[in-house]
Structures are given as structure tokens and as C-alpha cells.
């Protein structure tokens, strides 16, 4: 299996700051690294896919970039709704693993 | 607005068999994977498998001994079944959609539905 590894683990920031998570995967997988959003009792959310490529409805505050095995999630301005878990995922191949979550916090 | 919601008990006993069900609304079944994923407490994420609406299935080679899916496109349903459960399986449970293009990622999920394992 492909491992992923996100860094941090956790994250305090504050609103308007600007945010990078990391996603390394143990081997290529091109571009196929998907971004999730998850608050508790809320369905995750997709965010970026295909690396880059935002989800239709995403603020453009959010972006990805990355390709082979190291990929990165950028918040460029924190707001109050961002606070969240926050999964990488390779869609390269079976069976689909994850990075163990980025938990953002309020600072 | 696609939504797909889980349900199932919540409370399982060691040994027996989980049952879960996914409700899908808002789209057509057809042309996509049907997949489970879980998330026990304090820990990552898990792919459990997927099921085609054709009823092919792929399952996590670390899971495959207990797990079984099944779908029925006239119900716009698909289902999770695990047996000989220990607590080890206890778990927020959802299900998600994934379009049945190499690579493509999970685009909407349920909220989930937490299972406990205990006697």
C-alpha cells in the first residue's frame, strides 16, 4: 500500500493567516492527490483534486500544488469556517489510503 | 444536490456482524463507485472498498476476509456488511461517491455513522 504523510499533524493559526500543510506519499503517484475537509458531525468536503484543480464551490482562498510525491494545501487567508481536519488522499491506486489528518485550530 | 446518508445500528457485539446502508439522492447511481470508508476515534482514515453499480467490488486487502458490499440501483442503495467484529472496528462509518474515472477523487459523502463495538 501507498503510505501517506501529512505534516503537521496539528496547527494553531489565526484568522487571515496564511497556511501550508504538506502530503508526502511513499512513492510517485503523478498528480493524484486529493484534499479533504472535515469538521465533526459535517460530511467531509472535497477540496482541491488532481493536486490543483479546485472543487465547483470552493473558495479560492484554497489552493494545492505537487506533483510525484510531495504535494502541499494552502490556505492563503484563514477564516472562521476553516477550522478543521484536514486529509491528503492518492487516488493512484488500489487500495485508496489517506495521510492520518492536519487538525487546525483557532490560536 | 447529491446527498448520500448512512444507516445502521450503532451499537454492534464482538463477534457478530456489522450492517450498514448508504441512501443515495439527488443523482443517478449509474457511472460511479460506491465506497466505505471509516474513521475510528483519534485515527486517520481507513478505505474499506467500493462496489460498481454493475455489483464488482474491490475491498482493502486488510479487510477483505469480513467485509461484503452489495447494491441495489431500484433503491438508489448500497450496503456494508463486516462480520466477526471486534472492537478494533469501532468506527465513524461513511460512504461516498467516486466518479468511475481512473483517478478520480470522492466528491460527496455522508456525514457518517458511528459504530460501537461492545458487549
Known amino acids: 500500500d501507498i503510505q501517506m504523510t501529512q505534516s503537521p499533524s496539528s496547527l494553531s493559526a489565526s484568522v487571515g493567516d496564511r497556511v501550508t500543510i504538506t502530503c508526502r506519499a511513499s512513492q510517485t503517484i503523478s498528480r493524484y492527490l486529493n484534499w479533504y475537509q472535515w469538521r465533526p458531525g459535517r460530511a467531509p468536503k472535497l477540496l482541491i483534486y488532481a493536486a490543483s484543480s479546485l472543487q465547483s464551490g470552493v473558495p479560492s482562498r484554497f489552493s494545492g500544488s505537487g506533483s510525484g510525491s510531495e504535494f502541499t494545501l494552502t490556505i492563503s487567508s484563514l477564516q472562521p469556517e476553516d477550522y478543521a481536519t484536514y486529509y491528503c488522499q492518492q487516488s493512484y491506486t488500489l487500495p485508496h489510503t489517506f495521510g492520518q489528518g492536519t487538525k487546525l485550530e483557532i490560536k | 444536490q447529491v446527498q448520500l446518508q448512512e444507516s445502521g445500528p450503532g451499537l454492534v457485539k464482538p463477534s457478530e456482524t456489522l450492517s450498514l446502508t448508504c441512501s443515495v439522492s439527488?443523482?443517478?447511481?449509474?457511472?460511479?463507485?460506491w465506497n466505505w470508508i471509516r474513521q475510528p476515534a483519534g485515527k486517520g482514515l481507513e478505505w474499506i472498498g467500493r462496489?460498481?453499480?454493475?455489483?464488482?467490488?474491490y475491498y482493502n486487502p486488510s479487510l477483505k476476509s469480513r467485509v461484503t458490499m452489495s447494491i441495489d440501483t431500484s433503491k438508489k442503495q448500497f450496503s456494508l456488511e463486516m462480520s466477526s467484529v471486534t472492537a478494533a472496528d469501532t468506527a465513524l462509518y461513511f460512504c461516498?461517491?467516486?466518479?468511475?474515472?481512473?483517478?478520480?477523487?470522492?466528491?460527496?459523502w455522508g456525514q457518517g455513522n458511528l459504530v460501537t463495538v461492545s458487549s
Open positions: 461516498a461517491r467516486q466518479k468511475a474515472v481512473a483517478g478520480d477523487p470522492f466528491d460527496y
Open positions: 462496489i460498481y453499480t454493475s455489483g464488482s467490488t
Open positions: 439527488g443523482d443517478s447511481m449509474t457511472g460511479y463507485y
